[in-house]
């Protein structure tokens, strides 16, 4: 199969695979940043928890092995390679291999599916400085859209949501939905279309499962509390809709991709206990994952660019475009602040 391009990146935040990595692992990440090392430690304490084991890296092997059967069976026969932001394999090593086994332009798939500094601009700074590192024969690195509305997103998300509420008594009749996504400074936000693609997101997976009590909510916020961040965190939401009777929730890790520490952390952990102290009945669905229709998606997305498929999308947003605009999603804070430490 000709195209234009040789390769596919699966392109992540990274994560510590032993008490040993934590923290080099989480100076990588606040290199720069302004943060006391006592917050540091107090977020290296939830690494503990799981001996030093983030599960973001093994779950970024499963959907990896999960594409590679997915292209071999649709004919799409393309090397898929892998880069971190923060820890290894990281992305200036991954470019570096591209370029000795000859890839000269690549797609690269973000695990990000909304647009935000963080989880686009800062992932295309990233690669852009590997090029440099890596130099001439670096490859062309070029991303794909982002998904939020993508058919197959929204299908992983509603089976796993519907699942969960028939967990729950009575079939969840009476539950809220409640989705969650990774808080970030309101300066942040006002520069990108974060806050609508999840409102939208959250809305098309309602609507698949046919449940009409549901909210978005923030978690794993980490800057200073002067700083305003997206609210309502989930802890706080579980206690507005605990006021207002709801007695059973799902809870959906709508702005994430997989079960990653933080979502294991802030929803297994801080949020499940909060719901017993509170007498909530709570399910959890799991993230997209390697569910086969999120699988299938990322396959549609390298076919949109190879071979001119057609572009689905529901709702009213629409396709997001592949290029960015140069301005899109800069962020330029006004203090430092501490970003996501936990992958």
């Not at 107090?42 to 799981?50: D, G, Q």
């Not at 409102?199 to 997976?205: G, K, N, P, Y």
């Not at 399910?283 to 572009?311: C, K, N, T, W, Y």
Request: glycine share 6%; net charge negative.
């Amino acid at each position: 199969m000709a195209s234009s391009y040789d390769a596919l990146v699966v392109v992540s935040f990274g994560g510590p695979e032993a008490m040993e990595d934590v923290m080099p692992f989480l100076e990588n990440v606040l290199r720069g940043k302004n943060v006391p090392r006592e917050r540091m430690l107090e977020v290296a304490e939830h690494y503990k928890m799981f001996d030093g084991v983030s599960p973001i890296n093994e779950q970024n092997r499963d959907l990896i092995e999960a594409l590679k059967k997915e292209f071999e069976e649709h004919q799409l026969d393309l090397p898929i390679y892998w880069g971190n932001r923060n820890w290894h394999p990281l992305l200036p090593d991954t470019l570096q291999q591209m370029s000795e086994d000859g890839v000269e332009r690549s797609l690269a798939f973000f695990t990000s599916a909304y647009s935000s500094y963080s989880g686009c601009r800062q992932y295309r700074e990233n690669i852009q400085e590997a090029r440099r590192q890596v130099g001439e024969r670096a490859p062309v690195i070029d991303k794909m859209r982002v998904f939020f509305n993508h058919p197959g997103f929204i299908e992983a998300n509603a089976d796993y949501v519907g699942a969960a509420l028939k967990k729950l008594s009575g079939q969840g009749r009476e539950a809220m939905i409640l989705f969650t996504a990774h808080s970030i400074p309101t300066g942040m936000a006002e520069n990108c279309r974060y806050e609508d693609q999840l409102r939208e997101a959250s809305r098309l997976v309602a609507e698949a499962v046919g449940h009409e009590q549901y909210r978005l909510v923030y978690q794993s916020r980490s800057g200073p509390p002067q700083q305003p961040w997206l609210e309502p965190d989930i802890c706080d939401a579980l206690d507005e809709v605990h006021e207002q009777g709801v007695r059973q929730v799902v809870i959906s890790p709508i702005g994430f991709v997989s079960d990653h520490l933080e979502v294991v952390y802030d929803l297994d952990h801080e949020a499940a206990e909060h719901c017993e102290e509170l007498g909530i009945e709570m399910a959890r669905a799991p993230s997209a994952g390697v569910h086969p229709a999120f699988v299938s998606m990322v396959r549609e997305l390298v076919q949109e660019r190879i071979l001119d498929g057609q572009p689905r999308a529901l709702g009213p947003l629409g396709l997001s475009p592949h290029q960015c605009k140069p301005d899109c999603c800069l962020y330029q804070p006004r203090r430092p602040a501490m970003s996501a430490a936990r992958g």
